[in-house]
């Protein structure tokens, strides 16, 4: 513990996207630093926010997995790239009306 690598700040950078899409939500606000860290060694991770597209959830959870699983920062951002093109595809395509 106590050292910072790409790998943990990969992690930071899953936390600083669950906050965003919490709208500012502090994330484990009810555990104490022990408990966190007790509960993300078992597994445990934050919840899927209401604000949060699912493919954005899927890849925070990339970027809490173990450390040498985690994405780079050219996948999450090549995967957010993606993510907000198929967004603003979906927002400027014609609806059917009737």
Not at 35 to 45: F, K, L, P, Q, S
Not at 50 to 58: F, G, K, R
Request: aromatic letters at 10%.
């Amino acid at each position: 513990m106590g050292i910072f690598t790409s790998q943990s700040d990969v992690w930071s950078f899953g936390i600083l996207m669950w906050e965003i899409t919490s709208l500012g939500e502090q994330p484990y606000s009810a555990k104490t630093n022990e408990d966190v860290i007790n509960y993300v060694r078992a597994g445990g991770r934050l919840p899927m926010t209401l604000n949060c597209p699912s493919p954005l959830y899927q890849l925070m959870l990339r970027c809490w997995s173990a450390a040498d699983a985690r994405p780079n920062f050219k996948f999450c951002l090549e995967n957010i790239t993606a993510l907000r093109k198929n967004m603003e595809d979906a927002l400027l395509s014609p609806v059917d009306t009737i």
